[in-house]
Antibody
Framework: QITLKESGPALVRPTQTLTLTCTFS??????????VGWIRQPPGKALECLAI???????RYSPSLKSRLTITKDTSKNQVVLTMTNMDPVDTGTYYC??????????????WGQGALVTVSS | QSVLTQPPSVSAAPGQKVTISCSGS????????VSWYQKVPGTAPKLLIY???KRPSGIPDRFSGSKSGATATLGITGLQTGDEANYYC???????????FGGGTKLTVL
């Protein structure tokens, strides 16, 4: 059974750096053709994929946020960490990590964490 | 503003059928596989359809997916009040070298 859980600060001050950790179980990067993505949803807005890290260390970032994002994995701890610099109130929202599985020809997100609400406010 | 266009809202009566479209271009929907997600406020998104038309285990066959050209479609038959949610399509956007979601469609079961 695949599970993921996000952890990190609930409140971040503007200009600070956000660090979120996704701790997972039930799968391993070493099995291949998997990844972990970070997706967020601001209040009342759509889902937005921020970053994905794949089993082969390939990284993909949202073009509009690429300069602020870093995604890394620690296979020994079964964790994926996302850092986002220079936080702004518009970054307030729920942040999800999700398991990405390769299907016929592309990935899809089949298991999701419960989400972590992050508020950016002074 | 997403590169994938979905209608903001759709509605239908219980027991009826509804379709939700996801329009893109030949560098995203047209050339990659599409997945669909159900998002109920306060809960995590749930995968409904992957690889354009496949249902994960546990997803009832009331949910279906299809794709023609640069437009993907989610169909839901036998609508239930529990289907009220926001629905999102997603795919790889080759031009952006990134995964993208549609803007979401709010389904109301009248």
């Amino acid at each position: 059974q695949i599970t993921l859980k996000e952890s990190g600060p609930a409140l971040v001050r503007p200009t600070q750096t956000l660090t979120l950790t996704c701790t997972f179980s039930g799968f391993s990067f070493s099995s291949g053709r998997v990844g972990v993505g970070w997706i967020r949803q601001p209040p009342g807005k759509a889902l937005e994929c921020l970053a994905i890290i794949y089993w082969d260390d390939d990284l993909r970032y949202s073009p509009s946020l690429k300069s602020r994002l870093t995604i890394t994995k620690d296979t020994s701890k079964n964790q994926v960490v996302l850092t986002m610099t220079n936080m702004d109130p518009v970054d307030t929202g729920t942040y999800y990590c999700a398991h990405a599985l390769y299907g016929l020809g592309s990935y899809h997100f089949d298991y999701w964490g419960q989400g972590a609400l992050v508020t950016v406010s002074s | 503003q997403s590169v994938l266009t979905q209608p903001p809202s759709v509605s239908a009566a219980p027991g009826q059928k509804v379709t939700i479209s996801c329009s893109g271009s030949n560098v995203d929907v047209g050339n990659n596989y599409v997945s669909w997600y159900q998002k109920v406020p306060g809960t995590a998104p749930k995968l409904l359809i992957y690889d354009n038309d496949k249902r994960p285990s546990g997803i009832p066959d009331r949910f279906s997916g299809s794709k023609s050209g640069a437009t993907a479609t989610l169909g839901i038959t036998g609508l239930q009040t529990g289907d009220e949610a926001n629905y999102y399509c997603g795919t790889w956007a080759t031009s952006l070298n990134a995964w993208v979601f549609g803007g979401g469609t709010k389904l109301t079961v009248l």
